[in-house]
């Protein structure tokens, strides 16, 4: 079955969504709550009923803003082809209508036959999971791992492990061999003292009475001494306590009297450490300001001794601009030796171009003959069509030839059939003959021939008046049209005074009047007409015939008169083929005549760029091209002849530049006169970088000197603070001078010392049992030692009298207890019968799980040995391929239920012992097998949301792979995570709008 179409009226927050198209692998991308778990809940709703009120742990997914509930599927169906599936609201798990391609409808029936009988939660487990499968893995312990693995090979889901570990779960809480607490066991065992207590039911004693009066007398005793000896306790515990704290306790007493004596002291926070650390500061400070006074004064000296030359260091950018400049000198020499060489080339160029074009121009006059693109695109087109218009010539020669030929052979053909028609004398005396001697029926054949002919020689006329008429017209059109475009040119040229073009035009105007004039064919119009007036003319004659004459059959005057018309005939068509012929021919002449045309037009346009290029018309006629080129070239080679000069000039200037500049440095600064230009910029370079020298040494010693004195005056600030600081000190102690601020601080420093002490004696009270009252009432008292030997003498009497007390009692009880435990016969028998039926009903439970356990394992042991080998070898087949082969095989325990898992080398490992990637691989090994081996007949489609989101690159990757190769069943594949897209192609993915909850394919 494959799902083709959703169409979901109201589910959750989707309403009115259609999705259509879905493929084979359809992947369903959105993020949270885009409606991916919405869809789920819809294919599985429409396809096995909605979630029931009842279900409270199952949604509903009932829209919030709107009234329609559910909506419709269409699939594709193996065996019944196309269906749709629509389910709205109604009864509990809503009205189902499914109607079939082949027009077959029905309802629930016919929907679990397209479904094949399953139910949603079979569905699921078979063909839909999702990452909770996964999850539960990562939460079992090891020894869980082999039987869920073997669970969801069986059933798809972990139910099968659940009901294994339910079923021993409750056997074991109810009876365990060795075990005290389960149900029977404990049940068993009230049955046995229950047993024993019958044995002895006669036992009965009077003194029965005596023996409680007697207890309770005791009882109030012990009652009595009890309370003795827990005030005693109390008091031992209390004496002990104030024996540990008596110290204490005095010691606060001594403290509280120490700092009432001490009083109020006003003495400022740590001020005695703080007086010390400013003498401290204040000493180094003064010896640090003394020696920072010293260094000033010895820079200023050393800053006045070395002053730079600052009028020189002044002119630096421009002596460093001109020194950059001397090893350009030689460059610039070397450019114009290597200039004025090239200068000697392009003159030789020159001169030689110039015998080329021979022309009688000096070279000012050739650069300015006109060269631009438009010049050289006329001579370009004017030297193409001259070349065009020789091999049109050459063309029309042949042609004109050839059309020739034709034309005279057609004339002899026209002249030899002339010969063979008779003359007009012949045929009348023919005809007479033929009249004179001519029966009815041979008349009348030739009447009939006659007008024949006559209807279709009117036919020909018509059909050529019509031709005749249309090529008049294109013709007339066409001659109209160039008669007004050289009127135009001849108008433009008056108006514009460029008599050329007046020329032009005029003469195109007649040639096309002339030319006209000659191809005006005469009208075949002519001979047809005189031919029809001839045959009429005999038409009269034979009808004249045909009324008066006597008929004689005269067979040899028809014969002859037949093939006369014949030849007429012949005669009539060469006679139209030599009409066709000669209008061939005239064409060619027209041809001819345009060809001349053009090539006085080209001429005249020749004639023109040459006068302007200034080149004889003989050189113009052949080498137009070649010589506007050996122009342009020497244009081109005279510009760079300029430049050379420009240049030449420009190096001159800089290296008088360069040699002026250094003079006038030389003499404003340097001591030697008369240096060559090399040993002046030496020496100047030098000069510039003892100046620097210098200006940097100064630059240091006045920086050095800045920061000594911004030094100095930050010391001085820091030194004043410091006696700000200890006058402040001393004013706040209220004192005047240093030794009496000194004995205030040792007072203060008691104080203190006293105050944390009772702070810390108070602390160790705090937590005693023994109140302020009972402290200071403990103090009043004798010592603590008699009074504690005292109270634990007297606690070691009554605990001797308690114990006497305590063993008689519990002689009482004991007799009591033997007389109360005797009981009556009958209650203890009933008591009895009453723990051994719930017992044996106890024992019956048990025995039903007990069955279904054993049930259970043999229906596993029977899949063991019959289903589960073709799913295995199909789960092997596809954890081979997503483990790269590492791991091969899958193989059954002996006993129970779980599986062992080959490695290529051979090693065994059980489900728990594998890594946790490794056991999710299996896992989706075995339940993609599962569902393509065992339920392989029922084609359903295969959910999968978002199961893979804990595999990395190479592990995805794998899995998808092996999706894409399950082509039997339909895949829909939920996901939130967008790396997981480029695996798939683009038209296979389907987008869900976080939102709105469109459909954006």
């Given at each position: 079955?494959?799902?083709?179409?959703l169409?979901?009226?109201?589910?959750?927050?989707?309403?009115?969504?259609?999705?259509?198209?879905?493929?084979?692998f359809?992947?369903?991308?959105?993020?949270?709550?885009a409606?991916?778990?919405?869809?789920?809940?819809?294919?599985?709703?429409?396809?096995?009923?909605?979630?029931t009120?009842?279900?409270?742990l199952?949604?509903?997914?009932?829209?919030?803003?709107?009234?329609?509930?559910?909506g419709?599927?269409?699939i594709?169906?193996?065996?019944?082809?196309?269906?749709?599936?629509?389910?709205?609201?109604?009864?509990?798990?809503?009205d189902?209508?499914?109607v079939?391609d082949?027009?077959?409808?029905?309802?629930e029936?016919?929907?679990?036959?397209?479904?094949?009988?399953?139910?949603?939660?079979?569905?699921q487990?078979?063909?839909?999971f999702?990452?909770?499968?996964?999850?539960?893995?990562?939460?079992?312990?090891?020894?869980?791992?082999?039987?869920?693995?073997f669970?969801?090979?069986?059933?798809?889901?972990?139910?099968?492990s659940?009901?294994?570990?339910?079923?021993?779960?409750?056997?074991?809480?109810?009876?365990?061999?060795?075990?005290?607490?389960?149900?029977?066991?404990?049940?068993?065992?009230?049955?046995?003292?229950?047993?024993?207590?019958?044995?002895?039911?006669?036992?009965?004693?009077?003194?029965?009475s005596?023996?409680?009066?007697?207890?309770?007398?005791?009882?109030e005793?012990?009652?009595?001494?009890?309370?003795s000896?827990?005030?005693?306790?109390?008091?031992?515990?209390?004496l002990?306590?104030?024996?540990?704290?008596?110290?204490?306790?005095?010691?606060?007493?001594?403290?509280?009297?120490?700092l009432?004596?001490?009083?109020?002291?006003?003495?400022?926070?740590?001020?005695?450490?703080?007086?010390?650390?400013?003498?401290?500061?204040?000493?180094?400070?003064?010896?640090?300001?003394?020696?920072?006074?010293?260094?000033?004064e010895?820079?200023?000296?050393?800053?006045?001794?070395?002053?730079?030359?600052?009028?020189f260091?002044?002119?630096?950018?421009?002596?460093?601009?001109?020194?950059d400049?001397?090893?350009?000198?030689?460059?610039?020499?070397?450019e114009?030796?290597?200039?004025?060489?090239?200068?000697?080339?392009?003159?030789?160029?020159l001169?030689?171009?110039?015998?080329k074009?021979?022309?009688?121009?000096?070279?000012?006059?050739?650069?300015?003959?006109?060269?631009?693109?438009?010049?050289?695109?006329?001579?370009?087109v004017?030297?193409?069509?001259?070349?065009?218009?020789?091999?049109?010539?050459?063309?029309?020669?042949?042609h004109?030839?050839?059309?020739?030929?034709?034309?005279?052979e057609?004339?002899?053909?026209v002249?030899?059939?002339?010969?063979?028609?008779?003359?007009?004398?012949?045929?009348?005396?023919?005809?007479?003959?033929?009249?004179?001697?001519?029966?009815?029926?041979?008349?009348?054949?030739?009447?009939?021939?006659?007008?024949d002919?006559?209807?279709?020689?009117?036919?020909i006329?018509?059909?050529?008046?019509?031709?005749?008429?249309k090529q008049?017209?294109?013709?007339?059109?066409?001659?109209?049209?160039?008669?007004f475009?050289?009127?135009?040119?001849?108008?433009?040229?008056?108006?514009?005074?460029?008599?050329?073009?007046?020329?032009?035009?005029?003469?195109?105007?007649?040639?096309?009047?002339?030319?006209?004039?000659k191809?005006?064919?005469?009208?075949?119009?002519?001979?047809?007409?005189q031919t029809l007036?001839g045959?009429r003319?005999?038409?009269?004659?034979l009808?004249?015939i045909?009324?008066?004459?006597?008929?004689?059959?005269?067979?040899?005057?028809?014969?002859?008169?037949?093939?006369?018309?014949?030849?007429?005939?012949?005669?009539?068509?060469?006679?139209?083929?030599l009409?066709?012929?000669q209008?061939?021919?005239?064409?060619?002449?027209?041809?001819?005549?345009?060809?001349?045309?053009?090539?006085a037009?080209?001429?005249?346009?020749?004639l023109?760029?040459s006068n302007?290029?200034?080149?004889p018309?003989y050189?113009?006629n052949?080498f137009?091209?070649e010589a506007?080129?050996?122009?342009?070239?020497?244009?081109?080679?005279?510009?760079?002849?300029k430049?050379?000069?420009?240049?030449?000039?420009?190096?001159?200037?800089?290296q008088e530049?360069?040699?002026?500049?250094?003079?006038?440095f030389e003499?404003?600064y340097?001591?030697?006169?008369?240096?060559?230009?090399?040993?002046?910029?030496?020496?100047?370079?030098?000069k510039?970088?003892?100046?620097?020298?210098?200006?940097?040494?100064s630059?240091?010693?006045l920086?050095?000197?800045?920061?000594?004195?911004?030094?100095?005056s930050?010391?001085?600030?820091?030194l004043?603070?410091?006696?700000?600081?200890?006058?402040?000190?001393?004013?706040?102690?209220?004192?005047?001078?240093?030794?009496?601020?000194?004995?205030?601080?040792?007072?203060?420093?008691?104080?203190v010392?006293l105050?944390?002490?009772?702070?810390?004696?108070?602390?160790q009270?705090?937590?005693s049992?023994?109140?302020?009252q009972?402290r200071e009432?403990?103090?009043q008292?004798?010592?603590?030692?008699?009074?504690l030997?005292?109270c634990?003498?007297?606690?070691q009497?009554?605990q001797?009298?308690?114990?006497?007390?305590?063993e008689?009692?519990?002689?009482?009880?004991y007799?009591?207890?033997?007389?109360?435990e005797?009981?009556?016969?009958?209650?203890?028998?009933h008591?009895?019968k009453?723990k051994?039926?719930e017992?044996?009903?106890?024992?019956?439970?048990w025995?039903?799980?007990c069955?279904?356990?054993?049930?259970?394992?043999?229906?596993?042991?029977?899949?063991?040995?019959?289903?589960?080998?073709?799913?295995?070898s199909?789960?092997?087949?596809?954890?081979?391929?997503?483990?790269?082969?590492?791991?091969h095989?899958i193989?059954?325990?002996?006993t129970?239920?779980?599986?062992?898992?080959?490695?290529?080398?051979?090693?065994?490992?059980?489900?728990?012992?594998?890594?946790?990637?490794?056991?999710?691989?299996?896992?989706v090994?075995i339940?993609?097998?599962?569902?393509?081996t065992?339920?392989?007949?029922?084609?359903?489609p295969?959910?999968?949301?978002?199961?893979?989101?804990?595999?990395?690159a190479?592990?995805t990757?794998?899995?998808?792979?092996?999706?894409?190769?399950?082509?039997?069943?339909?895949?829909?594949?939920?996901t939130?995570?967008?790396?997981?897209?480029?695996?798939?192609?683009?038209?296979?993915?389907?987008?869900?709008?976080?939102?709105?909850?469109?459909?954006?394919?």
């Open positions: 079955m494959k799902i083709l179409e169409h979901i009226y109201g589910y959750g927050q989707l309403e009115n969504v259609q999705i259509t198209n879905l493929h084979d359809q992947v369903f991308y959105g993020e949270n709550e409606g991916k778990s919405t869809i789920m809940a819809f294919i599985h709703g429409i396809l096995f009923g909605f979630p009120k009842q279900q409270s199952v949604l509903r997914y009932e829209p919030k803003h709107s009234t329609k509930y559910g419709k599927i269409r594709y169906h193996e065996s019944h082809g196309g269906a749709v599936i629509e389910r709205v609201k109604g009864k509990a798990a809503g189902v209508k499914v079939l082949n027009g077959r409808m029905g309802g029936d016919l929907l679990k036959e397209l479904t094949g009988n399953f139910d949603k939660s079979l569905f487990a078979i063909f839909s999702n990452l909770h499968g996964l999850q539960n893995i990562h939460q079992m312990k090891s020894e869980e791992i082999g039987k869920f693995l669970s969801a090979g069986t059933l798809g889901t972990e139910r099968l659940k009901t294994e570990g339910f079923l021993q779960k409750e056997l074991d809480a109810r009876f365990k061999p060795s075990g005290k607490k389960p149900l029977l066991n404990e049940k068993l065992q009230v049955l046995h003292e229950i047993n024993e207590e019958l044995k002895i039911a006669e036992a009965k004693n009077k003194n029965y005596n023996l409680i009066e007697k207890k309770e007398m005791l009882q005793e012990l009652t009595g001494i009890n309370g000896i827990q005030d005693l306790g109390a008091m031992i515990e209390k002990n306590e104030w024996k540990r704290i008596e110290s204490t306790v005095k010691d606060e007493k001594w403290t509280s009297k120490e009432k004596e001490l009083g109020e002291i006003g003495f400022p926070a740590r001020g005695i450490e703080r007086v010390d650390n400013i003498n401290q500061l204040i000493h180094p400070y003064r010896a640090e300001i003394n020696s920072m006074t010293e260094r000033i010895i820079l200023k000296k050393e800053i006045a001794m070395i002053q730079p030359d600052h009028s260091l002044k002119n630096e950018p421009a002596l460093l601009s001109l020194l400049q001397v090893p350009l000198f030689e460059q610039l020499k070397q114009k030796l290597k200039c004025e060489t090239k200068l000697l080339a392009i003159e030789e160029e001169s030689i171009t110039k015998e074009l021979h022309l009688n121009l000096n070279e000012e006059n050739i650069f300015s003959i006109n060269t631009n693109i438009y010049m050289k695109n006329q001579v370009d004017v030297s193409r069509k001259i070349q065009r218009l020789e091999e049109v010539k050459e063309e029309l020669e042949n004109y030839q050839e059309e020739k030929g034709n034309l005279e057609i004339e002899k053909e002249r030899l059939a002339e010969r063979h028609v008779l003359t007009v004398q012949e045929r009348l005396r023919l005809e007479e003959k033929l009249v004179s001697g001519n029966d009815k029926k041979s008349i009348d054949g030739e009447l009939r021939a006659l007008q002919k006559i209807e279709f020689y009117q036919q006329n018509e059909r050529d008046k019509a031709t005749s008429a008049d017209k294109q013709k007339k059109l066409q001659f109209y049209l160039f008669e475009i050289l009127a135009a040119v001849t108008l433009y040229g008056i108006l514009s005074k460029q008599w050329f073009l007046v020329t032009l035009g005029l003469l195109g105007c007649i040639l096309i009047a002339i030319f006209m004039t191809t005006k064919k005469q009208s075949k119009e002519v001979d047809l007409n007036d045959l003319e005999k038409e009269k004659e009808t004249k045909l009324q008066s004459a006597e008929y004689i059959e005269i067979t040899n005057l028809e014969e002859q008169l037949e093939l006369d018309n014949q030849r007429k005939e012949e005669l009539q068509i060469v006679k139209m083929k009409k066709q012929q209008a061939q021919y005239e064409k060619v002449i027209a041809k001819f005549e345009q060809w001349e045309l053009e090539s037009q080209n001429k005249e346009k020749l023109s760029i302007e290029l200034r080149i018309e050189i113009a052949s137009l091209l506007f080129e050996l122009i342009e070239h020497y244009k081109l080679i005279y510009r760079e002849k430049q050379l000069h420009s240049r030449i000039e420009q190096i001159n200037q800089q530049k360069i040699i002026k500049s250094l003079h006038h003499k404003l340097l001591n030697e006169k008369g240096l060559d230009l090399y040993n002046a910029a030496y020496v100047l370079r030098n510039l970088k003892e100046e620097h020298s210098k200006l940097i040494t630059q240091e010693r920086a050095k000197l800045t920061d000594l004195e911004a030094d100095l930050q010391k001085s600030q820091e004043s603070h410091l006696y700000s600081e200890y006058k402040k000190l001393i004013s706040s102690a209220q004192v005047e001078t240093e030794h009496q601020f000194y004995e205030l601080g040792a007072k203060a420093e008691k104080k010392k105050t944390e002490r009772l702070e810390s004696l108070q602390s009270l705090q937590y049992i023994l109140s302020e009972e009432n403990f103090l008292m004798r010592p603590s030692d008699e009074l030997t005292e634990n003498q007297e606690v009497l009554l001797a009298k308690l114990k006497k007390i305590l008689e009692q519990a002689s009482i009880k007799e009591i207890q033997v007389l109360e005797g009981g009556i016969y009958s209650d203890i028998l008591h009895y009453q051994k039926f017992f044996e009903e106890a024992a019956k439970e025995s039903v799980y069955l279904a356990q054993e049930i259970l394992s043999d229906t596993i042991e029977k899949y063991k040995n019959i289903h589960l080998p073709m799913m295995l199909k789960a092997e087949e596809y954890l081979m391929f997503l483990t790269d082969g590492n791991y095989r193989h059954l325990q002996d129970g239920s779980g599986f062992l898992v080959e490695r290529k080398d051979r090693t065994i490992f059980e489900a728990n012992e594998l890594s946790q990637a490794t056991t999710e691989q299996l896992y090994a339940r993609l097998a599962f569902a393509v065992l339920y392989e007949k029922h084609l359903l295969i959910i999968i949301d978002d199961s893979f989101v804990n595999f990395d190479n592990r990757e794998k899995v998808i792979e092996l999706l894409k190769g399950l082509e039997r069943n339909q895949l829909l594949f939920f939130c995570h967008k790396h997981l897209l480029p695996h798939f192609p683009r038209e296979n993915v389907l987008f869900l709008e976080k939102g709105a909850v469109q459909i954006i394919s």
